[in-house]
């Protein structure tokens, strides 16, 4: 989920519209809620002041038997009067204990109402609620919902819909009544929350038709991106879509453009180049070869032969840096597998892992002129070849390991130079012109990968690093 949330651009969006809405509603609902929880209880309190106010007129005066049974036919789920001898007041924290026993007297044999309706707590939930009020001492009651001459006494409940009240009656006895309501969720305040939800979804919608609407221009344009890394000319055309986005594409087009023309003018100029030297080396080669002087003749006519094999590969180098060749999904592990076969039908040392089937896009001609130079510079000092494809997820490896000298590691990174030559290891005499990794890197880099060389201790060790996007 996190891998997904990371890598998707639809993901994010979708994500950061969603967590901007329940941050916002969320505040917006804990405002509503405790604003209403507030209102419910004033509401609640005053209806029970009411009520009360109402009860003692009534009940003042009236003979203690019908009095009782008044006060329990006016008892609810939530509300209980009765009446003390004494002023309950001085009782301190025992009178919660009095009004948690009148809180849990049934009401089914006084009224025809089953005591479990009407929101009504059992009774270890009741017990629970009475005996964890705090006692905050009782104090003058100051509402103008109070009606009566007869003063009252409150015991608020702190933070709770909830309270108690003491009120003298005229024959010297004391009116105890308690209230206590639980909070619960209000059907209209939940009701609210589905035009939240229905926000939610339609957000999500349109986030990631938004996200999507944004996320196929920059996919189509990565795509691109990976077909010019591989030598591929592939231009964008989109239809449609933002004018960023749009602006985008016509960048991409103009420097896709811009950098093959710099190749071809490159390729060509080396191509001119190396066509062109081939003459006057012939020329200079036939009046070496009127020199009377062997000492003198030997020596130059060498020379003229080294530099015309340069030429001539040079030419080669640039002309098949022209040719466009088309890329194409291939089995790499059987190219490079065929390729140690051939070279090992000749007499050569060339032992090649087991690799499967690897399917890569590429430029299969280039590739195995690539992995045949590596191949030939390891056997031709050392004398064998190790060759290995690796894969992963992101990208292919073609390692080829020899035991041979190897080179020093000051000049590993030289020795990708165009005609740069390691001394003695590497020298004039045992063939070449110092182009073959040169091709290797220029091989590797038309595919969007690299080439890297290292000690192998002993011997050396080559990587064509390719990507599979």
Known sequence: MTR???????????????????????????LSWSGRKEALRVAAQSEFISRTASLVQVVDGMAPDLRRDVLLASATSHTRYWVTPDDPRGLGRTWYVDAREYLLEPLSGIINADPATDGALDEDAQRRIVESKTFVGWSDLDSPLWTNPTGASVLPFEGQIGLGLAVPLADGT??????????QADMELLRSLLPTLVTA??????????ARWIANPLRLLTEAAGAVGR???????????????????????????????????????????????????????????????????EPIIATLDEMTRMAETTLSFAKNEATAEQTRLVDLGALVESLCDDLAMLGHDVTCS????????????????????????ALRYAG????????????????VEDSGP?????????VFEPFYRVEQSRSA???GVGLGLAIVRAVARQHGGEVTLRPNAPGLSACIVLPRD
């Open 231 to 297: 030598g591929e000319p592939k231009e964008v055309h989109l239809e449609r879509g933002p004018r960023d986005i749009l602006e985008l594409q016509d960048a991409f087009n103009r420097m896709q453009e811009r950098l093959h023309r710099f190749v071809e003018d490159r390729t060509l100029m080396l191509a001119a180049l190396g066509h062109d030297l081939r003459t006057p080396m012939t020329a200079l080669r036939l009046r070496a070869e009127m020199l009377e002087d062997p000492a003198l003749r």
């Open 384 to 399: 064998h070849a190790r060759v290995t494809v690796r894969e992963s997820d992101r990208q292919v490896e073609i390692v």
């Open 354 to 377: 087991d690799t499967g089937t690897i399917t890569l896009r590429c430029r299969p001609d280039a590739l195995r002129r690539a992995v045949r130079n590596l191949l030939e510079n």
């Open 174 to 183: 004391w009116l105890n009544a308690i209230f206590y309501k639980r909070y």
């Open 4 to 30: 997904w949330w990371r890598r998707s651009m639809v993901g994010q969006v979708v994500i950061l519209l969603l967590t901007v809405l329940i941050v916002g509603q969320g505040v917006g609902f804990l």
């Open 429 to 431: 005499a045992t063939g």
């Open 406 to 414: 190897g080179i020093p590691a000051d000049q590993l990174a030289r």
């Open 201 to 210: 979804v339609l957000l999500c919608v349109v986030g990631a038709l938004s």
